[in-house]
């Protein structure tokens, strides 16, 4: 209110630059969520029935992963030298074994799942792939957990989940190598690369793995990523490696 030759006079005053600047930013905010989810919910939809596909084979794949490791859990099976573990006593290493390898997987899963959700039917159906041929392979291979390895501690359920003599390959290099896959157009493949390298070290140094499994998994992960591209693409002409 100002004061003139008439008389008081009442001048309007709006928001200051500060309050218009956070309430532009708060508009800004929430039309980039609202647009995120309508992208989201688009995306869903056009491959939906991918998708469910996709988890249909994941139950698969994790039901002959179980079966597998039934099996070689109780089927004869021997230990045999190591030129790597022999020289070497294990080390006990279980929050990396246990902790580290869950949360590699959740993140294999969680980025596509909320940022990209056009890709997961692809990173379910390779993680499938990948399950599935380490499951046959590892029924093949009756060889025993090297001797004097640290015992495990999986919380809660996936205690029953964890098998002794699973072998050839190692699941825990071989998944986050797989993400480094998946993810190689994303700065996350970098992650997933040292994820793979760090697993590879702890099952060796926990003495959970013999050396060939750890080598083998890079090379199986490889394999399996090719065949899981040629079906994918069988089915979702508009995937691009």
């Known amino acids: ?13 709006g928001p200051t630059p500060e309050l218009a600047r956070q309430g532009g930013a708060a ?32 139950v698969l794949a994790l039901y002959l992963d179980y079966c597998s490791g039934v099996y070689v859990s109780s089927a004869p099976s021997v230990g045999v030298p190591d030129l790597i573990l022999d020289s070497f006593k294990a080390i006990d290493l279980n929050p990396l074994f246990v902790y580290g390898y869950m949360a590699l997987i959740v993140g294999l899963f969680i980025h596509p799942l909320f940022f990209h959700i056009r890709t997961l039917h692809v990173v379910v159906t390779q993680f499938s792939f990948l399950l599935i041929l ?22 809660w359920y996936f205690g029953h989940l964890y098998f002794e003599n699973d072998m050839f390959f190692s699941g825990h290099t071989a998944v986050p190598f797989l993400g480094f896959y998946l993810f190689r157009r994303s700065g996350l493949r970098y992650v997933f690369l040292v994820g793979a390298i760090v697993m590879g070290i702890v099952v060796l140094a926990m003495h959970l793995h013999y050396s060939i499994d750890v080598f083998a998994a890079f090379f199986m992960t490889y394999c399996s990523y090719r065949m899981g591209n040629v079906v994918i693409r069988k089915f979702d002409p508009s995937y691009d490696e």
């Open 1 to 13: 209110m100002t004061v003139g030759e008439r008389g008081p006079v009442i001048t309007a005053r």
């Open 27 to 58: 508009h800004r905010t929430k039309e980039y969520f609202w647009k995120g989810w309508h992208d989201w919910a688009r995306e869903f939809l056009e491959y939906k029935y991918l998708i469910a596909a996709s988890l249909a084979f994941i």
């Open 134 to 155: 380490r499951s046959v392979l590892m029924i093949f291979t009756h060889l025993q957990t090297p001797s004097g390895s640290i015992p495990v501690n999986f919380p």
